[in-house]
């Protein structure tokens, strides 16, 4: 069973940056792949990015691409997921994910554990 624990939502206005964090339980984080997501109101989830276990491969969707960064620190179980020049239509929640079958954390089907989400409210 993996713990995730997102932290670092609030209100931002347009073109400003937030950092979200993700702590995860378990001995084995350095092994697993992480992602994030995020779920508009009325809106699937969807992938925003991921990261492989070594920190050495990362994805993201082509409508963060040059805004968002994602980051990992095995020693500290962290994912974290650096917001800038956010837009009105950033707006969701954001959850982390993981599996522990070692796929790359793209998608939903390859989402076994998720955080309880964490709110990010970009103003125009």
């Known amino acids: 069973q993996v713990q995730l624990v997102e932290s670092g939502g609030g209100l931002v206005q347009a073109g400003g940056s937030l950092r979200l964090s993700c702590a995860a339980s378990?001995?084995?984080?350095?092994?697993?792949?992480m992602g994030w997501f995020r779920q508009a109101p009325g809106k699937e989830r969807e992938f925003v990015a991921a990261?492989?276990?070594?920190?050495?491969?990362?994805y993201y969707a082509d409508f963060v691409k040059g805004r968002f960064s994602i980051s990992r620190d095995n020693a500290k179980n962290t994912v974290s997921l650096q917001m800038n020049s956010l837009k009105p239509e950033d707006t969701a929640v954001y959850y982390c994910?993981?599996?522990?079958?070692?796929?790359?954390?793209?998608?939903?089907?390859?989402?076994?554990?998720w955080g309880q989400g964490t709110q990010v409210t970009v103003s125009s």
């Open positions: 378990g001995r084995a984080f350095s092994t697993y792949n």
């Open positions: 994910a993981t599996n522990t079958r070692g796929l790359h954390v793209t998608s939903k089907a390859a989402s076994d554990y």
């Open positions: 990261i492989s276990w070594s920190g050495g491969t990362t």
